[in-house]
């Protein structure tokens, strides 16, 4: 539970020992996303299970906004810590989190006066309207509580910490899987016991943050470290708000493709959904190694040590490459199976489901690497301090993913929505590595930084 520097050693023991807490944090997470879907599929009904799907985007649209910013923080944050920069380091951390508050409680607002409207513009069916309501009004009024862990999470694995995160989750995990049988199984509240399950959970991992925050001293911020400091948060802000556009982006790219899905009957939506909730298995190595990589950048960078940038990313290609191939492998054979925890064996239509399931899991399967290697090159990117091509890269993701998701369906029916979400990986990754492999030529050859 202390900082870590990682401008000095080896860059593969340090990405691997970095990325490994990371891995078993997102893997608890997932845990708890999975058997949230599971009680609901389960204990609620496949109704209940499609609703969590047709809410599922529009949330991600506004937990993506302080997803983007928290993430953009940390990047100034691990810079900082690199250059050995102390007070600055403590300055940005409590500014960090005097921003995130003030961002939920405006997003609170926001988002309940967006609730109704965006699920009629999503066409959102009928049978399934009122639940979706209901979970996204239960998660926006906690956003404050959400932002908390989040920030603190970025701010502990900036500086190296990624154990904290890990037993954060671990707590959040057991908090939330104890009240889901609690809420959901034993009380019957459905979709709202879920909803409450996750938030309660998600408070519990944030105050074990706050603790450990301060237990260290380089990062153990004061009441003064809250007021605004024009140079540090103009930096934060330049550094955050492209990071919040670009999961906006994509976002909102999520919704159309759920607007094209949801007039289709409810079980191709549940069986749609269940393979949603395996897409955080997919990417949970890459988000670990790419949290690893953006620390591990963002360190070395402000320490300008350019030639450990460079060696870091080559690791990181190659084990992004690898471990993609490896996970693709294990969900081929074991897909239908994970799917089948979804959906209540005595549903009707559970062949169907499982068949939807099965198909858009597939198709994104073949096509994992690309994914692995998007967030190996954006992750390094931001460690840059480079935040805007990762926007950009959120706007191809949106352009692709809209584009083939409005023309393939209409030609070879609902099954071109899956090659969507490939398309836009593809579209992503391509701009990213080439715009990393500009940049580092530039920034080794010229030191200009």
Partial sequence: MRAKDMTAGKPLPLIIAFALPMMAGNICQQLYTLVDAAFVGRGAGTLALAAVGAADWFNWVIMGVIWGYTQGFSVLISQYFGAGEKQNVRRAVGLSISLTTVISLLLILISHLLILPVLRLLHTPDDIF???ELYLRILFSALPILGAYNVQAGILRAVGDAKSPLIAMIIASCVNIAL?????????????GAAVATVIAQGASAVYCFII???IPDIRFEKEDLAWHSAIGRRLLALGTPLAAQNTVIGVGGMVIQRVVNP???????????????????????ASLGGALGAYTGQNFGARKMDRVQSGVRLGVSLALIVSVIVSAALLLSG???LSLFVDPSEPQITYVLDVGQRYLNTMLYALPTLYLLWVYRSALQGMGDTMIPMVSGLVEF????GVAMILPALIGPDGIFIAEISAWIGAAILLAVTYYIKIGKFSNRREY
């Fill in 180 to 192: 889901d049988a609690l809420f959901v199984m034993v009380f019957r509240w459905g979709i709202a």
């Fill in 264 to 286: 289709y009957q409810s079980s191709f939506i549940a069986g749609y959904t269940a393979t949603n909730k395996l897409y955080g298995l997919l990417e949970m190595a890459a």
């Fill in 130 to 132: 009122a639940q979706a």
């Fill in 399 to 402: 352009g692709m993913r809209v």
């Fill in 336 to 338: 239908r199976s994970l």
């Fill in 213 to 215: 925050i301060r237990k």
